[in-house]
């Protein structure tokens, strides 16, 4: 068996070259560990987060009058366009007024004779008083008197009276609009026989420069706002805005307030109505039509945000962040979140005002990794003063 030896001069270069290898291989570690990785950040400052709710509504018109007839009668003539603007006070319909014309001539005729015998009366009353000193008629005469006087007296209020009430029939014969608006389509034609009291309308007017909207929300969704108003989570918006936007989700130019939140809860559905009066000078919310509302009635003031893909989860399944220390590392930190909305969360606990969050370049940190930030820029649907999100 052969044994192989080696010359002491072979032994020191190979050992010359392992240290030479190992000095490389120290120098390569300590130049990644120099090299700065860069890394998006943002600074956590306070700011207003206002919560937005999108609701389900349907459009009511402000007044609505629906035009019947006062008195019977036969229409003579239409006199409004249909589906114009009218005003309150307008003529819209002539009935036949011959017939009432006729009864205030006749009650007018009969009131002025009643008059000329409450006249007659009087003047003889008078002459009775003076005579009855003289005993030149009788008391029972007096008071006979007396009583016819009263009587006429009684009927001239009344013929009055009759009078009165055939003037309004003969006014009524024109038949005018209630309020102003816009009207329908003629539910009658010329010719027809109209009667006081009939069911069908003649027309319909509906006041449309103002409309009521009426939201519907579930009661689950309201008591959920309501008990996080109770528990401080959320504070209500002193200026609740309202935005209605049509079936592509565009906004309306139109304003509105929130009136009321109404008493009952559906039985069928478990919803809840909120009634909003909304200005609608173009006209361009109609009565029936299906719309979505955008409510701003609830907000978070010095709210804490972090953008979501900012968040990871430690092997617990806890939220964390990593934050850009002192010594320009990586450090990660536990946080507890709150509502969520497009691009955010609120944090309640873990972050302070002033502390910086890496959102772009965690998979390239490791430990001691010294970072080189650059300011993260929010897309440019999310606003970073006024933050709207849905609850």
Wanted: glycine share 6%; proline share 3%; with cysteine.
């Amino acid at each position: 068996m052969l044994k192989r030896t080696f010359s002491p001069l072979f032994l020191v270069i190979c050992t010359a070259m392992t240290l030479v290898a190992c000095q490389k291989s120290e120098d390569t570690h300590q130049q990644a560990e120099t090299t700065e990785v860069q890394v998006s950040v943002i600074k956590i400052q306070p700011q207003t987060v206002v919560f937005s709710e999108n609701l389900p509504a349907r459009v009511q018109a402000y007044k609505v009058a629906e035009i019947r007839p006062q008195v019977g009668g036969i229409i003579e003539k239409v006199l409004f366009t249909q589906g114009s603007e009218v005003k309150a006070g307008q003529a819209l319909f002539k009935i036949n007024s011959e017939i009432f014309q006729a009864d205030v001539n006749s009650n007018k005729a009969a009131l002025a004779k009643a008059e000329a015998e409450v006249i007659r009366l009087k003047v003889q009353l008078d002459r009775y008083q003076q005579l009855l000193p003289s005993h030149a008629i009788s008391k029972q005469e007096l008071n006979n008197v007396q009583a016819q006087y009263r009587q006429a007296l009684a009927d001239v209020a009344q013929m009055r009276a009759t009078l009165t009430r055939q003037n309004l029939n003969l006014q009524y014969a024109t038949v005018r609009a209630p309020i102003s608006g816009r009207i329908g389509k003629v539910l009658t034609t010329e010719g027809a026989l109209v009667n006081q009291g009939d069911s069908n309308a003649m027309a319909v007017v509906q006041q449309l420069d103002k409309v009521y909207v009426d939201v519907t929300q579930s009661i689950h969704d309201y008591e959920k706002l309501q008990e996080e108003f109770e528990k401080g989570a959320l504070t209500k918006n002193n200026q609740q805005s309202v935005q209605v936007l049509n079936s592509q989700g565009e906004a309306y130019p139109v304003s509105g307030r929130i009136l009321f939140s109404d008493t009952n809860v559906d039985q069928n559905t478990g919803d809840i109505i909120l009634r909003i009066e909304v200005n609608n000078p173009e006209r361009k919310l109609l009565p029936g039509m299906y719309v979505r509302v955008n409510l701003n009635r609830a907000s978070v003031p010095n709210a804490l945000l972090v953008p979501e893909q900012a968040v990871q989860r430690d092997e617990k399944g806890d939220a964390q962040v990593i934050i850009l220390n002192k010594n320009a590392t990586g450090e990660a930190r536990n946080i507890t979140l709150a509502q969520q909305y497009k691009g955010y969360y609120i944090v309640t606990q873990g972050l302070n005002a002033g502390d910086t969050v890496i959102v772009e370049g965690l998979e390239r940190i490791t430990p001691q990794q010294k970072l080189k930030a650059i300011q993260w820029k929010a897309p440019s649907t999310v606003a970073t003063n006024k933050t709207g999100g849905t609850l």
